[in-house]
């Protein structure tokens, strides 16, 4: 058999999967910082991740420790928990928008342009005027945004900082413009310029030693994260670290760089020294050596408070922190260099250090992770566990394989926190009018349908395949489920072995061709392809065995939760959840959709009487709420049942109360009765595709109505004007300027010239004189008539 092959960036290219040990693959994520909830950017990341770990632990069975992290204390999460703390204690200490508030709001606004435009200097980015009032800069946004999109850059990720920039500062001003606004939305659109305003004066009142404001934040949004990928499905790790949990594991390992001589100490602070690492024989910047003098990228890995008097010392500007001293705002911890933090590479290597070793097998993140921060973390992990032996240093390598999931893009935009132009989570699993699980599993299907490396791109296309997808695999399982219940009371049915056709035969092919994508660095759209032909090939047959239909339907329905469509299947089920009507439902509507098939064939047989006995369910005494509309339903049809036979109703009409109820009551409840020749009606939920076609079949009907309507209004219109045309009798039609002579019946026999008519003209003349003579026939009798 193959290997499995997996693409590792380290390497640029696919290489065989050998483990350390088969028995224990070790496996490092990169998790969430914890500042504000997760948006489907992470999806796409997390969710990825979490398929290649389902395909190497349940596909090829490997036992695994999967590691994540939380950055719960960092940059953002420190900047992004003092600006609410001291927005919500400006507005609990003003609840009324006074004049106090409204002159603070102007001052952040004002303070907001002159950092805008100390920003977009040099970026060739429109500036603001400093003296712009709120309402001058509600009326000139629209051109500045324009002006935005037309500038030339020299990064494109300067013009949506900038367009946020500039939706900031027009938000607030619907707080400054406004009159009598309710505190709660003044502040909500005031926060964006306030936020940092109010930090900026007051950040020197922390307690760097109080850690209660960024804890509260960062535990906040930990669990709706952990919410967020339970939602999705994501398995939890099996050991989850905290930055925060690991200060004195932090220092250690920092102290223990820098007494291998790869660290020097300046002003509190522990710089990473890239020369001495390369000087002692090391790489840097392995994943992505194009990017090691890219200053952008360092600067944001340094993070955003870092500032000029913190770097005062390094050696090189390439040097990163691995421990940075004590600002004001900031929480500290105590440690040989000084109070300080740790600086944000640091933390992955010395938990995962920690909690793996010196090696592990996988290690995972967003492509953006590569450069700086994974390559800084394979230099100082390298360098923690390196050995020095006679004045030579040897380490080895900490990450076997590196795994980078691809960006996520909407209309061409990646989605970013710092930006704030994301979809959150639950915003996205929230659209499918509350379908959680539902949405779950289409946005699961979207991934799985993108190669997990390769950056994505969402478009109504893609949405649609996987739609399609979907409902194949649906309408599939249906058609299974509906076998497996007929199997089960096969002597009610005589075709409980169903047709002759084995396709066994293409299902181990199938199985095949689906290892071999996944051995192929876990190509999860080949994977899909594979089940998506085999459905096909059933769909294609005629006569196949149940036994055969149902092994491919319940090998289908373990790879589909393999990948995570759904939850842990009950032994011996098939298909996903989703694909049933609910529980609650079950008691009345099977015996109402038996009912119902009964009368359909025997007025279909035309063989319907007045004492024509049916076998009708009775309405339990006392349904519950849940399942009353189900048993009125049941209840309701009955009764229209008898009064047709009372009334000893047409073959036609008892077809139209069956159609009634498969295309209304049923309808409403979410329910469709699909109708087969030699089968019973299929019972399943309403889905997309149906009602889709429903709304298609009425667009339809209503153009082809509107056409019809119209063509009439054209004959009307048209009998109209032939009517009008007919007042004038023939005799008068020709009596004009045109003609000098006419015969007693109003024929022209000489033009206005007094030449006479020739004989081609008088022929054609005469033929609309005898068309006139009809019309005026028709307008008499139409006179008539009225």
Request: charged fraction near 30%; hydrophobic fraction near 35%; charge should be negative.
């Amino acid at each position: 058999m193959a290997p499995i092959q997996i693409y590792n960036s380290l390497k640029r290219k696919k290489v065989p999967f050998e483990p350390i040990d088969p028995t224990n693959v070790t496996w490092y994520a990169c998790g969430p910082t914890v500042y504000d909830d997760a948006h489907l950017g992470h999806a796409r990341n997390y969710v990825s991740t979490d398929i290649i770990r389902r395909i190497l632990t349940r596909h090829f069975k490997y036992p695994m420790t999967f590691v994540m992290n939380i950055t719960d204390v960092d940059d953002k999460i420190i900047l992004a928990a003092r600006q609410e703390h001291f927005v919500n204690k400006f507005a609990v200490a003003h609840p009324t928008i006074d004049e106090h508030v409204r002159s603070t709001t102007l001052e952040a606004f004002n303070t907001y342009i002159a950092k805008y435009n100390s920003w977009a200097a040099g970026k060739n980015l429109p500036l603001l005027q400093m003296d712009m009032s709120p309402n001058q800069y509600t009326q000139e946004a629209g051109k500045l945004q324009t002006k935005v999109a037309e500038a030339t850059l020299t990064s494109e990720d300067d013009r949506p900082k900038a367009r946020m920039h500039l939706n900031t500062l027009l938000t607030a001003t619907e707080a400054l413009n406004g009159n009598n606004v309710d505190s709660q939305v003044f502040y909500s659109n005031a926060e964006g310029v306030l936020r940092p305003y109010l930090d900026n004066l007051q950040k020197g009142s922390i307690d760097s030693k109080d850690h209660t404001i960024f804890d509260k934040m960062a535990r906040r949004y930990e669990d709706r994260f952990f919410e967020d990928m339970d939602a999705l499905n994501v398995l939890r790790p099996d050991k989850t670290t905290r930055v925060t949990e690991y200060s004195t594991q932090i220092i250690d390992c920092v102290k223990q760089i820098q007494s291998n001589g790869f660290a020097y100490e300046s002003s509190g602070s522990v710089w990473y020294d890239i020369k001495a690492w390369e000087a002692a024989g090391g790489t840097y910047a392995r994943l992505q050596p194009e990017n090691r003098n890219d200053e952008a990228l360092r600067a944001d890995g340094e993070g955003a408070l870092t500032d000029k008097a913190q770097q005062f010392g390094k050696r090189s500007e390439a040097d990163f922190a691995l421990w940075k001293r004590s600002k004001e705002g900031e929480p500290s911890w105590r440690s040989p260099w000084g109070d300080g933090r740790p600086g944000w590479h640091i933390e992955c290597s010395a938990m995962a250090s920690d909690v793996i070793g010196s090696r592990m097998d996988i290690h995972s993140g967003g492509i953006d992770l590569a450069f700086p921060h994974h390559d800084n973390e394979l230099a100082q992990s390298e360098a923690f566990w390196s050995k020095c032996e006679n004045g030579v240093h040897s380490h080895g390598e900490w990450v076997n394989y590196f795994l980078h999931m691809g960006h996520l893009h909407i209309q061409g935009a990646k989605m970013s926190k710092s930006l704030k132009n994301f979809t959150t989570i639950r915003a996205a699993l929230r659209e499918v009018k509350g379908k959680e699980l539902a949405a779950a599993r289409r946005w699961r299907i979207v991934f799985l349908r993108g190669a997990w490396r390769d950056g994505l791109e969402i478009t109504p296309d893609v949405e649609k395949n996987a739609v399609d997808w979907e409902e194949k695999l649906n309408f599939f399982f249906l058609k299974a489920l509906d076998v497996q219940k007929r199997r089960s009371n096969a002597t009610a049915h005589a075709n409980g072995q169903g047709g002759s056709i084995d396709l066994t035969s293409q299902l181990e092919a199938a199985k095949m061709h689906f290892d071999e994508a996944l051995r192929d660095s876990f190509n999860t759209p080949d994977a899909l392809k594979v089940i998506s032909d085999l459905i096909t090939e059933y769909n294609k047959a005629e006569n196949v065995s149940h036994e055969s239909m149902l092994a491919i339907a319940e090998w289908i329905t373990d790879v589909v939760t393999m990948f995570g469509l759904d939850a842990e299947p009950k032994e011996g089920r098939i298909g996903w959840s989703g694909i049933d009507i609910p529980e609650d439902a079950k008691a009345y509507i099977y015996p109402l959709s038996a009912l119902r098939d009964s009368v359909r064939q025997k007025a279909i047989a035309k063989s319907i009487t007045k004492d024509t006995v049916f076998d009708t369910p009775q309405r339990p005494s006392n349904p519950s709420a849940q399942t009353q509309p189900y048993a009125k339903a049941l209840e309701d049809f009955r009764s229209e049942l008898s009064n047709l036979q009372k009334h000893d109703a047409s073959s036609a009409q008892y077809l139209d109360l069956t159609d009634q109820l498969r295309n209304v009551k049923l309808w409403d409840l979410g329910i469709y009765l699909d109708d087969r020749e030699t089968l019973p009606a299929m019972v399943r939920p309403l889905n997309d595709s149906l009602k889709q076609e429903r709304l298609d079949r009425e667009s339809r009907a209503a153009e082809k109505e509107k056409q019809k309507t119209a063509a009439a209004s054209k004959r009307e219109a048209e009998e109209k004007a032939r009517l009008e045309k007919g007042k004038v009798a023939p005799e008068e039609m020709f009596k004009t300027k045109e003609y000098s002579e006419w015969d007693e019946k109003g024929f022209p026999l000489k033009d206005a010239e007094g030449k006479e008519i020739a004989k081609s003209r008088a022929k054609k003349l005469k033929k609309e004189m005898e068309n006139q003579e009809k019309l005026h026939a028709r307008w008499k009798e139409s006179v008539a008539g009225s």
